[in-house]
C-alpha cells in the first residue's frame, strides 16, 4: 500500500531534470530550489556501497539527481512536516524506495547512532536575525538560519562523518572566511572546493566545499562560470544541469 500519493496536485508543478531521468514535484508558492540544488548534486562524489546523510532535503532534490550516481543508501532529513511528505512523494515518482529514505527529524536533536561515508547540505543562507523574513514560514526556515547555524550544521557533521569520510556543502561566497573558520573550530578541513561565477569579472556568489577529518592534498578546483558574454549558460553549466556523468571519487 502506498502511504504517500505521488500524484500532482492544484498547488504543485512537475518539473523535469537531467533530460527527463529525474521528476521532481514542488509547490507553487512554496520554497522552490533553485540551481544551487543541482550545483550541489554534480559537485559530490560518491562510491559504491557508501552511506550517505543529507541535512535538509527539502523536496528531496539533491538526493534525487544523486540517484544517478554510485552509493548505498542515503538518509535524508527534514524538519517541515510538510515537505516530509512532498519529498517521499518524490522518492515514489521516481521509484527510489530503498535507496532513498526520508526522515522527519530537526537535526539537532537527531542521534543516528552510527556514522556516515558522506554528509551533505545545502543549508539557509542567511545569518539569523539578518536580512527580511517572508509571509511563507516555510521559505523563511530553507533560506534564513533559524533552524540550522552554520555552527550546528558543522558540528553534527563533525560528530557523525566517519574518520575517513567526506562532507560536501554549497554556501554563499561572502561567507567563505566564516565557514572556513567554523571549520576549523570543528576541526574540519577544506579537502577541494570550487567557486561558482555568474560571469567572468564578478564576485562569485558561491563556493563548493569538500571536508573532511583530513586534507591530504588540498584541490583548488578551477572556477565554474555558469553564463557565457552571450547571456547563455556555458557549456560546463550546460552539462551539469543536464546530467552528466557522476563523480565516482
Known amino acids: 500500500m502506498i502511504e504517500f500519493d505521488p500524484g500532482i496536485r492544484p498547488d504543485e508543478s512537475l518539473d523535469t531534470f537531467y533530460r527527463g531521468r529525474i521528476l521532481v514535484l514542488q509547490r507553487k508558492n ?12 554534480d559537485f559530490i562524489t560518491t ?3 557508501e ?7 527539502g523536496c528531496g532534490i539533491i538526493s534525487l539527481l544523486l540517484s544517478l550516481k554510485p552509493f548505498k543508501h542515503i538518509l535524508a532529513l527534514e524538519v517541515q ?22 526522515l522527519q527529524k530537526d537535526f539537532r536533536q537527531y542521534q543516528p547512532n552510527r556514522k556516515f561515508d558522506v554528509i551533505f547540505s545545502n543549508p539557509p543562507y542567511i545569518r539569523r536575525n539578518s536580512g527580511f523574513l517572508s509571509p511563507s514560514e516555510e521559505k523563511n526556515i530553507a533560506k534564513h538560519e533559524l533552524l540550522c547555524s552554520l555552527e ?3 558540528g553534527f557533521t563533525r560528530n557523525w562523518l566517519k574518520e575517513t569520510g ?8 561572502n561567507r567563505r572566511a566564516e565557514f572556513e573558520e567554523e571549520l576549523e573550530t570543528q576541526g574540519l578541513k577544506l579537502r577541494s572546493s570550487r567557486s561558482v561565477y555568474p560571469r567572468e ?6 563556493f563548493l566545499a569538500e571536508c573532511g577529518f583530513s586534507a591530504p592534498g588540498y584541490r583548488d578546483i578551477p572556477p565554474l562560470i555558469l553564463y557565457g558574454p552571450d547571456g547563455k549558460y556555458t557549456r560546463e553549466a550546460e552539462e551539469i544541469f543536464a546530467g552528466r556523468a557522476g563523480r565516482e571519487g
Request: hydrophobic letters at 50%.
Open 30 to 41: 512554496g520554497f522552490r530550489f533553485s540551481l544551487d540544488a543541482p550545483l550541489l548534486a
Open 47 to 49: 562510491r559504491e556501497g
Open 51 to 57: 552511506e550517505l546523510l543529507e541535512v535538509g532535503t
Open 81 to 102: 512536516p510538510a515537505l516530509v511528505e512532498l519529498a517521499r512523494r518524490n522518492i515514489l515518482l521516481n521509484n527510489l524506495e530503498g535507496r532513498v529514505t526520508v
Open 152 to 154: 550546528e550544521l558543522l
Open 166 to 173: 567526506r562532507a560536501y556543502f554549497i554556501f554563499p561566497g
Open 201 to 206: 569579472n564578478e564576485p562569485a556568489n558561491f
